[in-house]
């Protein structure tokens, strides 16, 4: 179990160094996503003017206010309160956001599925799990709302961070077939027949 | 008598949704410690003291605790002593909109909120049907008293109902939760509240699996036998190993609640709605005195 310090973008070889159980933080650009943008770029055919080769993208939609242009704020938009949604919802966008745009990193939270699974491992990618419901504690680690593309969908428009010290977030999914979501869930279902013992049912096959 | 007055009930939404949104009420927090120490897997204790802390950081910082400003609830409660006439029903529906919508505009919150079809989002947390307002009659309390939750999304996505049948018994109701709460898994952001609603008709079970997972912690279902029920079942959902964020452990759920009705002689209907850790409520009564928040 390591833990990587990274600035992204990353490479291909820093994806695979990734083992399911390492922790990661993160530093430099992060773009947020979530249903409407993919929607956008993925059925719609949208393109983005962001290059999203070697990112980070985390499934959010920030809590945002109106500020006036300045240095510090070039989009006009200050944070607020930014954390992570659920990531199974947008299964299906995981790998066209890695083969046609390059993403290398997804963050979210509840994990995602066999078809992302097999996408990080013939592409090179993983899958960090945050701690959904703590955007209070996340929002700490974003500097700054850098740039903001698609922003018709607000508040799923397509979103360009700056973090430091985002995490730590741990390896949930790497390029080698592993997934604590797949281990988790087959260990819980075997103690489904023990549960259900306890509430004195005779186990049935599940629904 | 109380006369309601929409100025009042306006501020008082506005508040309670912010007020919601920032500060976890103290049982839940007392649920968390009572998780927290009897954990025994290294990841889930870290998960948890992750989650501890993001409550320290929301208060220090007044910020919010989770980004998902969920669809707004209000359930209105009339006491004695309240003098409504005329219009002042809907006055009291449109005033707790108006509040509802002045909160996202003047915070400013993330409007989570939808049309349905368009997919139109007009940034005001209010549509057709939403805030979900509910309102009710008590004679036990005086005044009005308004509760807010803001529903997230994670959660309330991981609902379902079952129509089982008389002969599948007390044996379908039991499965049913353990196999929700597998399905679940992660994706509510456990340690949830499961609220289990039995009996009744199909609305009426699935509206009993949400008082069920808003009701606080430490409070039993009315039924002995629904209490019963919830004990079994708070036991057996922490011997799946889900663990908080599905990410494995012994604290998958903070408690099981049960809600009963009473149903038809060839029904058994069952429904499970969970509540995330953020598990977020306030509420404030409104009597000759003045206004004064809880939770
Ligand atoms: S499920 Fe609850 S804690 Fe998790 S992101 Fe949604 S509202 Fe927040």
Same mark, same amino acid.
């Given at each position: 179990?390591? +833990? ?12 695979? #160094? ?36 070697? +990112? ?13 242009? @300045? ?65 209070? $504690? ?37 390029? !080698? ?31 | =008598?109380?006369?309601? %007055? ?9 508040? &309670? ?13 007392? *649920? ?15 998960? &948890? ?15 919010? &605790? ?17 003098? $409504? ?26 409007? @989570? ?22 309102? %009710? !009659? ?9 509760? =807010?939750?803001?529903?997230?999304? *994670? @959660?309330?996505?991981?609902?379902? &109902?079952? =129509? ?38 199909? %609305?009426?079970? =699935? +509206? ?11 409070? +039993? ?33 903070? #408690?099981? !609640? ?18 995330? !850790? ?9 009597? @000759? ?7």
């Amino acid at each position: 179990m390591a +833990h990587y310090d990274l600035s992204t973008p990353i490479t291909e070889a820093q994806t695979r #160094a990734l083992r399911i159980d390492d922790t990661v933080t993160l530093n430099g650009p992060l773009f947020g996503i979530r249903d409407a943008t993919q929607i956008a770029m993925f059925d719609r055919g949208r393109a983005t003017r962001f290059d999203l080769a070697g +990112h980070a993208v985390i499934h959010t939609a920030p809590n945002v206010k109106k500020v006036d242009v @300045s240095p510090a704020n070039p989009t006009g938009y200050a944070p607020v309160c930014i954390g992570t949604t659920t990531s199974s919802r947008m299964e299906r966008f995981t790998r066209p956001l890695l083969e046609r745009c390059g993403v290398r990193i997804v963050i979210g939270k509840g994990g995602l599925g066999v078809a992302s699974l097999a996408a990080f491992g013939e592409i090179g990618g993983a899958y960090l799990a945050i701690v959904g419901g703590t955007a209070a $504690l996340e929002t700490t680690w974003i500097e700054a709302i850098e740039d903001v593309d698609l922003d018709d969908l607000n508040p799923e428009s397509l979103w360009r961070f700056r973090v430091r010290g985002f995490g730590p977030l741990r390896v949930a999914m790497d390029s !080698h077939g592993g997934s604590l979501y797949t281990s988790v869930d087959a260990d819980a279902r075997g103690k489904r027949a023990a549960a259900l013992a306890a509430l004195g049912v005779n186990a049935r096959p599940a629904r | =008598m109380l006369r309601i %007055d929409p100025g009042v009930v306006e501020n008082v939404a506005k508040e &309670l949704y912010i007020r919601a949104l920032k500060i976890l009420p103290p049982d839940i927090k007392q *649920g968390f410690d009572t998780l927290a120490a009897r954990e025994t897997a290294a990841t889930a204790q870290n998960v &948890l003291g992750t989650m501890i802390r993001n409550i320290a950081v929301a208060e220090a910082t007044d910020n919010l &605790l989770c980004q998902d400003t969920g669809i707004p609830i209000y359930n209105v409660t009339i006491g004695r002593g309240v003098e $409504l006439s005329g219009d002042d029903g809907a006055a009291l529906k449109a005033a707790i909109r108006k509040g509802c919508e002045r909160a996202t505009r003047e915070h400013p919150l993330r409007s @989570s909120i939808v049309h349905p079809l368009t997919r139109a989002n007009e940034h005001t947390s209010c549509g057709i049907g939403v805030p979900v307002i509910q309102i %009710d !009659h008590r004679d036990e309390i005086d005044g009005l008293r308004i509760e =807010m939750i803001p529903k997230g999304s *994670g @959660s309330e996505n991981n609902s379902w &109902l079952k =129509m089982a049948v008389p002969a599948e018994g007390i044996d379908a109701i039991k499965t049913f939760v353990i196999d929700c709460v597998l399905d679940a898994g992660g994706k509510t952001c456990p340690p949830t509240i499961v609220g289990v609603g039995v009996g009744g008709t199909a %609305d009426l079970c =699935m +509206h009993l699996a949400k008082i069920a997972a808003t009701r606080p912690l430490g409070t +039993h279902c009315a039924d002995a036998e629904g209490a019963k029920l919830e004990d079994e079942l708070s036991g057996a959902v922490n011997m799946l190993g889900v663990g908080p964020q599905g990410l494995g452990g012994d604290a998958t759920a903070f #408690a099981v !609640h049960v809600e009963l009705a009473a149903t038809h002689i060839t029904m058994n209907p069952v429904a499970v709605n969970m509540q995330c !850790h953020s598990a977020r409520r306030a509420s404030a009564a409104i009597t @000759s005195a003045g206004v004064s928040y809880g939770f």
